[in-house]
């Protein structure tokens, strides 16, 4: 091996040094120079999409009020970030085309809000009786469909891969709305719910941002607990509405349209203006992390 004379290596070091001192200089310039700008907010479902509802409201009515509320209070509280809607009234927007904006916007945040819903399943009951053989009384059996009202509680969703015979009934419900679309099969490049290959279709799909799709999502969740939601957690779904986010993108589900009390709180002022509040300040605190 051939020695390289000391003021050589010295030179050589020096030059390592400088060069290296560029680099962290450039990249906290970047860093220092990056700002929350865009905040894209997607009302959920809307249109002919729009099945899901309590007692007396609709998914698609609840979460578009959720969506205008932040909105506001967003360009309130930070005058220097601009807002986009996907949808300001009731009209049907394919799932390509929601997150298609935030990318043209080239938005810095994407947020979808939903309402949960628990699925119907069949029940057996005794309806009544009759007279059998020999006067002996025998029961009636019907069936009704029925779902849970009890449970409840706040869930945020990000980017991920599971297989699509995984998937819960939130996520499939979510997912539905692709058929609605004319052409769907393009769009989403052949998807298929009942093909575990279009959950590797989506996986492919998957954005860049999943660390700060956690981060946000986390803090989404911390702000639900603050007062005093039931903490159903941060999850990774196969979700097309986030498959293709060219930013940190979740899906925040505020609460169970199924559950009366969940329902009547959604819909209220008071419910309202704490989950505003609550994403407002997760933004926030998203901002404040990010742009140091």
Not at 30 to 48: E, F, N
Not at 100 to 128: T, W
Not at 202 to 221: E, G, V, Y
């Amino acid at each position: 091996m051939k020695n390289i004379p000391l003021s050589r290596a010295k030179h050589i070091l020096t030059l390592v040094i400088f060069v290296f001192s560029i680099l962290i200089s450039v990249n906290q310039s970047l860093a220092q120079q990056y700002k929350i700008k865009t905040i894209v907010i997607d009302a959920g479902h809307g249109g002919k999409d729009g099945s899901t509802r309590g007692a007396y409201s609709t998914e698609k009515d609840v979460a578009l009020r959720t969506a205008l509320r932040l909105g506001k209070a967003i360009t309130e509280a930070m005058p220097d970030v601009k807002v986009v809607y996907t949808r300001t009234e009731d009209v049907f927007i394919p799932l390509y085309e929601r997150i298609g904006l935030a990318n043209k916007e080239k938005a810095d945040l994407f947020i979808s809000i939903h309402c949960n819903d628990m699925p119907v399943y069949s029940q057996r009951y005794i309806s009544g009786y009759k007279k059998g053989k020999k006067g002996k009384k025998t029961p009636i059996y019907s069936i009704r469909h029925v779902k849970s009202t009890s449970t409840r509680g706040t869930e945020t969703f990000v980017s991920g891969s599971g297989r699509i015979d995984e998937q819960d009934d939130a996520i499939k419900r979510e997912n539905a709305a692709i058929f609605l679309e004319d052409n769907y099969k393009e769009n989403y490049e052949g998807f298929d719910a009942s093909d575990p290959e279009s959950a590797i279709i989506l996986s492919l799909m998957k954005n860049t941002f999943r660390s700060q799709s956690l981060k946000f999502a986390k803090l989404i969740q911390d702000q639900y607990v603050g007062v005093g939601r039931i903490n159903r957690g941060v999850q990774e779904k196969s979700l097309a509405v986030l498959a293709r986010a060219g930013m940190p993108a979740v899906l925040t589900e505020i609460g169970f349209i199924s559950n009366p009390a969940e329902e009547d709180y959604m819909n209220s002022e008071a419910g309202q203006t704490e989950i505003a509040n609550c994403l407002l300040k997760a933004i926030q605190a998203y901002k404040l992390s990010v742009e140091i």
